[in-house]
């Protein structure tokens, strides 16, 4: 080749390869940046009345531009299944998600659908210690691939920050924090412990966190032992514990908590910063590192003192938060501490009367300001590529405080005026939220704000497990257990059905239970009657249908069922829900009960009545928007060749792309 | 005696520190940190027998050797294995000296650098618990007398008669330097000026101790009204950003004044 030849050649080459790229492009132009922000629980009504309100000017610019689109959410509509749909791109017949918690269908044991730990291979037992040979790790039950890997295998960055089910993280090119589904220290989704010496106070119930009793022995002074998680190096796996000394002064109202060399000196009604915490697994070996905050609820005449549930120190992970693994210390130098574990708010501790309405408030402001700073320090340093941010303060908030919004709740008329504008105050934040990610757009920067579902009254609590004995679908034997969990009170060889988890309902089947009583070939037809039976449910109180759809799982979805699949996914009505106590599995008296606990709002109910919401700086050529469709179209806004295989482009409305 | 001895070393690292006190204090850390590590090697050439050493480490890669060659043969290693047991032995006898000789020195270096780069400076709204341990018991509540300089007090103020402590918090306000103002007695908290690498202080003492000489964050105050005062807060730790990892001072006086060591010791040629 000539000189000329080539020195021509090299200057059309560019030339044509931006021909060609144009030509792969669909109609709208790539997107340098997308801001997507996951708005948990955001509710197309509450929205639309607040934009009407005025409440929400930023999210009446977005919906100016492409409307408010209500999204369709996953069956049955609980954030870790819509967040996994949001993910892959498919149902939960391909990520496996179907619930907050699976059951092992030969046990019937609950588990938590999103994560589990797995002890290491190899084990030296000496003495009452066990050390490891191998590494235990942390695994992500949800399958599918992530919609960003399309946009990271084409060289753009890609950040989930709180990125909801990814816990622990993906391994790959993307910079992930987890979120929703990360534990506290404990292995739990959030267990406080409340130190006291009031007798009143003292319960051993554990849901949600501990009561333990203290006492002053005349030296003005309590030694609380702190709980930590529990010493896999240990016989037995006894839980690792510290002790912080509270030394109190009446007088001034105040105390002063001396733990691990540090003093924190709070008055009543005072949170205290985090606190780092370090519990020792070998003493000066080993040792996993926390962090808690607590709370001042009473000095005089009783101590009270909370300690929210141990988060994860995101300075020093004991277990695998971030992606890459320095992502979260370098979060914690620039910030400080933050809340890492998925439920941030401390709903049982409201539930349980621990804190009160204005305390649990106050607790849920610190957290969206520290999310908000979050937020800020990542939209600062965002230049390009896709920028996603997770909030949980509507979701949780909005399950805690939905009886102020509904005359219809029980706790409506008893609930303190002074929070009756607690929910509108949260939608005005998040506005400023919107309001900062238009603010820093460019030419070339689309904006989406997206919720996995809406939010429904959650007024009266239906009894699964009890109708389902009371309609001799349940065999129970033991009279005096049936407050028990995990069905102490019921004789399995006589018992064809059975509910776990929110919202579903399973079989006892010969072929799969242990016990199991139904076999194989009577499945179809005891479905099709229970399906029957439920959606006939009606409320002695109201005269209103229980539930609206009640779904047989193998006819919603066609893909593969693993045997952890429900048989049966129940759509309660608005207003329904099932009850905490069928969940895991014991049985109440009544079939139907006023749900009097201030966790007021749900979504698990059927998927129809609580769409999430989709808001859009691009213009949406599709009006029915899912969940499923979102990884594709925001892949689609960046033009790359090979777009995600789940859901639709809603930007242009096709299944390719 | 002591309290001449430790305004002396302090004014000492102040003026060795004075021309980084406008770079990041990373920057001035390093530099004692190389600067250690020459020292030290310094005084061990000096200190140490050099010939004996010499000698003896030509000894023990003989005996290494001769572990080597003689693989197949168990009792002739075994020999050679505990000839160089004994030779190490010596070899610790022989460093000993250099060691008592640096260790005051490293003491006091390690004590100046932990006051001037083991914690930062109290920032925003950070608070602070200050605690009070009084000798001869507390004083009562109306006698004891708080105010405060470039800083914030932040009620309660908290009395604990049990351990003869009182307790409360402080925020920054304002630029250092700050004072507290005990009862009339004056106490600087914090970073003592503007400089970077200037100490940071964070407890006091009225006692006359050795303590302050090794540990200069704590500065020497005049007795309260009622009896000796001591008191400690809490300042957070500090990183440093050195080859894009985050380390802590310790780690970067022990890397850096190790590898100026053993480069001093090769440039000097002094057998360690």
């Known amino acids: ?62 919906m100016a531009s492409a409307g408010l689109n209500p999204l369709g959410t996953s069956n049955p509509p609980q954030s870790p299944v819509a967040w996994s749909n949001f993910i892959t791109g498919y149902g939960p017949d391909v990520h496996g998600i179907f619930d907050f918690i699976h059951r092992d269908p030969l046990s ?63 391994k790959g090119k993307a910079k992930i924090l987890s979120g929703l589904g990360t534990p506290d220290m404990r292995g739990s989704q959030g267990s406080f412990t409340f130190f006291t010496d009031d007798a009143g106070s003292i319960t051993d119930n554990t849901s949600g966190g501990i009561v333990v009793a203290v006492r002053d022995y005349g030296d003005n002074c309590y030694v609380c032992g702190i709980r930590g998680p529990e010493n896999s190096m240990r016989a037995g796996n006894p839980a690792m514990k510290i002790e912080a000394k509270v030394w109190v002064d009446r007088d001034a109202d105040a105390l002063r908590i001396d733990i691990q060399g540090e003093s924190i000196l709070l008055a009543t009604g005072e949170w205290s910063p985090w606190v780092g915490m370090r519990f020792d697994a070998i003493p000066n070996i080993s040792s996993v590192n926390a962090i808690g905050r607590f709370y001042v609820k009473e000095i005089t005449p009783r101590l009270k003192l909370y300690l929210s549930p141990l988060n994860i120190d995101p300075l020093n992970p004991a277990l695998p938060i971030s992606e890459p693994s320095s992502y979260s210390s370098d979060l914690a130098r620039d910030l400080g501490p933050f809340y890492t574990q998925g439920f941030p708010e401390d709903t049982k501790a409201l539930s349980r009367g621990i804190l009160s309405d204005e305390e649990y408030l106050h607790q849920a402001w610190i957290v969206l300001s520290e999310r908000l700073d979050l937020f800020h320090h990542e939209l600062s340093r965002f230049r390009e590529g896709m920028l996603f941010f997770y909030f949980s303060s509507l979701d949780l908030n909005i ?17 303190d005026p002074r929070f009756k504008g607690a929910v509108r105050e949260l939608y005005s934040r998040i506005d400023s939220v919107i309001g900062d990610a238009l603010a820093a757009r460019d030419g070339n920067t689309e904006v989406l704000v997206l919720s996995d579902h809406g939010f429904a009254p959650f007024n009266r609590s239906f009894n699964l497990n009890t109708w389902l004995a009371y309609e001799g679908y349940a065999n129970i034997t033991a009279e005096n257990e049936r407050n028990r ?173 | 005696m002591t309290n001449a001895a430790e305004s002396l070393i302090n004014v000492f690292f102040d003026l060795l520190l004075l021309p980084f006190g406008t770079l990041p204090p990373v920057w001035g850390l390093l530099f004692i940190s190389l600067l250690s590590g020459l020292g030290m090697i310094v005084v061990f050439r000096s200190v140490s027998n050099q010939e004996k050493i010499s000698r003896l480490r030509r000894r023990m890669g003989g005996e290494i050797l001769g572990i080597l060659l003689h693989l197949l043969n168990p009792l002739t290693v075994v020999k050679f294995a505990w000839k160089l047991i004994w030779s190490n032995t010596v070899y610790l006898a022989y460093i000993l000296k250099p060691l008592l000789v640096i260790a005051i020195p490293f003491m006091l270096v390690w004590g100046q650098l932990d006051a001037r780069y083991g914690a ?71 970073r003592i000026g503007r400089r970077n690498g200037c100490r940071i202080l964070r407890g006091f003492d009225s006692g006359n101790s050795l303590r302050r000489l090794f540990d200069p964050s704590i500065v020497r105050v005049d007795k309260i009204r009622g009896g000796a005062v001591s008191g400690s807060y809490s300042l957070p730790d500090i990183r440093y950003g050195v080859l894009g990892g985050h380390w802590s001072w310790i780690a970067v006086f022990l890397v850096f004044s190790s590898l100026s060591a053993i480069a001093g010791a090769k440039v000097l040629k002094v057998k360690i």
Request: charged letters at 20%; one cysteine or more; proline letters at 9%.
């Open chain 1, 1 to 62: 080749m000539k000189r000329r030849e080539f020195l021509k050649l090299a200057a059309l080459s560019p030339a044509a390869l931006l021909a060609m790229n144009t030509g792969c492009r669909s109609t709208l132009s790539p997107a340098r940046r997308v801001i997507v922000l996951g708005i948990d629980g955001m509710d197309p009504f509450l929205l639309n009345s607040f934009i009407h309100e005025g409440v929400m000017p930023n999210a009446a610019i977005l």
């Open chain 2, 120 to 190: 930062a400076e109290m920032d925003g709204n950070d608070q602070v618990t200050v605690t009070l341990s009084f000798d001869d018991g507390l004083p009562e509540r109306s006698g004891l007398q708080i105010e405060v300089t470039g800083l914030q007090l932040v009620p309660p103020v908290m009395f604990i008669d049990t351990l003869d402590e009182v307790s409360f918090r402080v925020i920054p306000d304002g630029a250092p330097p700050r004072y507290l103002l005990i009862s009339g007695v004056s106490i600087q908290l914090g």
């Open chain 1, 485 to 657: 969990d995990m069905f102490a009170a019921i004789d399995w060889a006589s018992t064809a059905a059975y509910g776990l988890g929110l919202n579903c309902l399973y079989i006892n089947r010969s072929d799969r239970e242990q016990n199991g009583a139904v076999p194989p070939e009577q499945v179809r037809d005891l479905l099709l009657r229970l399906k029957r039976d439920l959606e006939s449910v009606t409320d002695p109180a109201t005269g209103r249908h229980v539930i609206s759809n009640a779904y047989i799982t193998a006819d919603y979805y066609s893909g593969y069922l693993p045997p952890f699949a429900p048989d049966m996914i129940i759509g309660y009505a608005r207003g329904y829900r099932s009850s905490w106590e069928t969940t895991l599995g014991s049985y109440p008296e009544d079939v139907l009960t006023d749900n009097l606990d201030p966790w007021s709002g749900t979504h698990c109910i059927d998927p129809g009545a609580v769409p999430g919401i989709l808001l859009s700086t691009a213009p949406l050529a599709l009006r029915d928007p899912n969940l499923m469709d979102m990884g594709k179209s925001i892949a689609s806004l960046f033009g790359i060749p090979v777009l995600p295989s789940g859901g639709r482009n809603i930007f242009s409305g096709s299944n390719t792309g």
């Open chain 1, 399 to 415: 399950h805690m405080f939905y009886r102020v919004l509904d005359p219809g709740s029980p706790l409506y008329e008893s609930t």
């Open chain 1, 108 to 170: 019937r044991a609950p588990y938590l659908s999103t994560s589990r730990v797995i002890g290491p291979d190899r084990i030296i037992s000496i003495s009452d210690w066990r050390l490891p040979l191998t590494g235990a790790k942390v695994e992500l039950l949800r399958k599918g691939e992530p919609f960003w890997d399309r946009l990271t295998d084409e060289g753009i960055p890609v950040s989930m920050v709180k990125l909801p089910v990814d816990f622990p993280p993906d």
